[in-house]
């Protein structure tokens, strides 16, 4: 998506919000209304649906109907839910006619309900990007395969499954520093290979220029177990790691309608905590993950969300003495006085389970293993089945309240995200306010307080924060990487 199409806003590197489409914006001072200021060099792809062939100009209309596409019911589109709880509505409780509005044909003002500071790294997302309304009403849900954008490259050809081929859009209305319009590359094309062995000697052979996602391509094929490139491969490739906005942990349901009885051991927080304390997250990443991630010792929150990572939370790290002696303290002096309980997690993560088993056996602890389909996993969390259960969260955008919104007790799956049930009126209350917080400063000192409190109550035991990790031929220059894993091609080259 980032290679055809283009939004507002965009995020660097670093995670910051830049320019994209909207030069310049300006947010009033309750944070209730936003108003950009669009470029006005930007056109939609040349396309049979524009007359001539030729791409229109974008205008601040173009993304009021974008907006209002996302939010149809009609488009059922999944990404609603990034305008629906947050735009201005009416006294009826209805979106409001006026909360996507066009001032001339470059300007566009947008107007919420209540401040909500992570919107701008909202409209960052792929659900924000514009889309030219003469595609959509030739196409309609046909507009899939016949997608027409602003970006970089324009779409020539999928075959599903197989491959999809882009070609540079020669109308981009981006340049470099030298004043050289971008994209550098005449093409791209994407290769889809299920088998990760195969994907790996694909690269080998040097018919892929980068390998994307690789974490779980078989990392022992080309990694030493200390995470380093072999021996073999250290002249032929390079390897690259980075932060990842992904958080890999154990949930507990803690919804008391959920059990049959009301003493079951995981309501008590101390056996939560001695669970957690009975993990050597070190040696897990060392030997199971080829140090692969960092140990999650922290809060829920991983370091490479932008300022999160100056004020560290205290987590749980390896002490299984504290661990018995919390055991012992929750009512449990003697390994069969708990109960045999399971744990749920899908095939890809049982070698995980497993070594968990055996550090919680080392404890007394007796934890049974259920594995089930990915599918079937989480329609068993969702309905409260799976008591103890494999979970990740990867940042939808990246600001410390979307982890700390699995914890919010109007967030209850299956419609909302905190899995665990999670109840604390507490936190409730601080949530609240802190989404509403504008200062920043204020609003982060309000996120490490509540991901301090998650880690204290331990609904959830982190495991790790995963890295992303990606292999490249050594003639592929300028390709970037951010912790949203975002690939974006446009200043990508070629020196062979």
């Not at 882009?166 to 299920?194: C, M, T």
């Not at 055991?327 to 899908?346: C, Q, R």
Request: contains cysteine; neutral net charge; charged residues 25%.
């Amino acid at each position: 998506m980032t290679q055809l199409y283009n939004g507002l806003v965009e995020l660097d590197n670093q995670l910051q919000i830049k320019p994209c489409i909207a030069q310049k914006w300006h947010v009033s001072p309750d944070g209730l209304s936003y108003t950009f200021f669009l470029s006005d060099s930007v056109h939609f792809h040349d396309h049979e649906v524009f007359p001539s062939g030729k791409g229109r100009k974008v205008t601040a209309q173009d993304f009021v109907y974008s907006f209002r596409r996302i939010i149809d019911s009609g488009t059922a589109s999944p990404g609603a839910w990034i305008f629906n709880d947050k735009v201005l509505r009416d006294s009826k409780g209805r979106i409001s006619d006026t909360c996507f509005k066009a001032i001339g044909t470059n300007q566009l003002r947008i107007h919420l309900s209540k401040p909500f500071p992570a919107f701008l790294e909202i409209l960052a997302m792929p659900y924000a990007f514009v889309v030219p309304k003469e595609a959509i009403d030739k196409y309609g849900k046909d507009f899939r395969v016949h997608p027409v954008g602003t970006g970089a490259f324009c779409f020539k050809q999928w075959d599903e499954g197989s491959t999809l081929i882009f070609l540079k859009n020669p109308h981009y209305w981006r340049k470099d520093e030298a004043g050289n319009r971008l994209p550098y590359l005449d093409a791209i094309q994407v290769s889809f290979i299920n088998d990760k062995t195969l994907a790996f000697l694909t690269f080998s052979q040097g018919k892929l220029d980068f390998l994307v996602g690789i974490e779980d391509n078989s990392p022992e094929l080309f990694l030493e177990q200390d995470g380093t490139l072999k021996e073999e491969f250290k002249s032929k490739f390079k390897l690259e790691k980075s932060p990842y906005l992904y958080t890999e942990y154990l949930g507990f349901q803690l919804d008391p309608s959920f059990y049959k009885g009301k003493k079951h051991p995981f309501f008590n927080k101390k056996v939560r905590q001695a669970l957690s304390y009975a993990i050597n997250r070190e040696e897990l990443i060392a030997y199971l993950r080829f140090n692969l991630g960092t140990k999650g010792e922290q809060g829920m929150v991983p370091a490479a969300v932008p300022y999160f990572a100056q004020h560290p939370v205290k987590g749980y790290s390896y002490d299984p003495q504290k661990a018995m002696k919390l055991l012992k303290e929750a009512g449990y002096e003697h390994p069969n006085d708990f109960p045999p309980v399971k744990l749920y997690t899908s095939a890809p993560y049982k070698y995980i389970a497993e070594y968990l088993q055996k550090q919680w056996d080392d404890l007394g602890i007796k934890i049974q293993i259920e594995v089930n389909q990915a599918s079937t996993h989480r329609e068993m969390i969702d309905k409260g089945i799976a008591h103890f259960f494999r979970a990740s969260w990867l940042g939808d955008y990246p600001d410390a309240e979307n982890y700390l919104s699995l914890f919010y007790s109007k967030n209850f799956t299956p419609s909302g995200a905190n899995k665990c049930h999670y109840r604390n009126p507490k936190f409730d209350a601080l949530y609240e306010k802190a989404i509403k917080e504008i200062d920043p400063e204020k609003r982060n000192a309000m996120y490490w307080e509540l991901d301090q409190m998650v880690m204290d109550d331990s609904p959830v035991i982190v495991l790790f924060y995963d890295q992303i990790i990606r292999l490249t031929q050594p003639y592929v220059k300028g390709l970037q990487v951010n912790a949203m894993n975002t690939i974006n091609l446009e200043r990508v080259d070629m020196e062979r």
